[in-house]
Nanobody
Framework: QVQLVESGGGLVQAGGSLRLSCAAS????????MGWFRQAPGKQREFVAV????????DYGDSVKGRFTISRDNAKNTLYLQMNSLKPEDTAVYYC?????????????????WGQGTQVTVSS
């Protein structure tokens, strides 16, 4: 098992930046494919980004491509999400998640472990 704890959320003005972190503990972090998802009020949880075991593979949701960057530091057991050029529509609770294997990266049901989420609010 792996336990995940997100941090770094907060209130930021449109156009600003935030960096989210996800600290992992438990079974070897480097064996998991890691993802970020988000859920806005009244909406379904949606895929944001995914990163492979050693960081060589990344993929992003269309709404964040070119603005967000996912990365990981396996030595520190930490996942990151750098968010730039933030927009009010990026407002959501952001969750990190872990799974085994690279298939089905966009689908919540394929992820085995989830953090509790961190709130990001972007004001206009």
């Amino acid at each position: 098992q792996v336990q995940l704890v997100e941090s770094g959320g907060g209130l930021v003005q449109a156009g600003g930046s935030l960096r989210l972190s996800c600290a992992a503990s438990g079974r070897a972090f480097s064996t998991y494919v890691m993802g970020w998802f988000r859920q806005a009020p009244g909406k379904q949880r949606e895929f944001v980004a995914v990163i492979g075991w050693n960081g060589s593979f990344t993929d992003y949701g269309d709404s964040v491509k070119g603005r967000f960057t996912i990365s990981r530091d396996n030595a520190k057991n930490t996942l990151y999400l750098q968010m730039n050029s933030l927009k009010p529509e990026d407002t959501a609770v952001y969750y990190c998640a872990a799974k085994v294997g690279l298939s089905g990266n966009y689908y919540l049901k394929n992820y085995n472990y989830w953090g509790q989420g961190t709130q990001v609010t972007v004001s206009s």
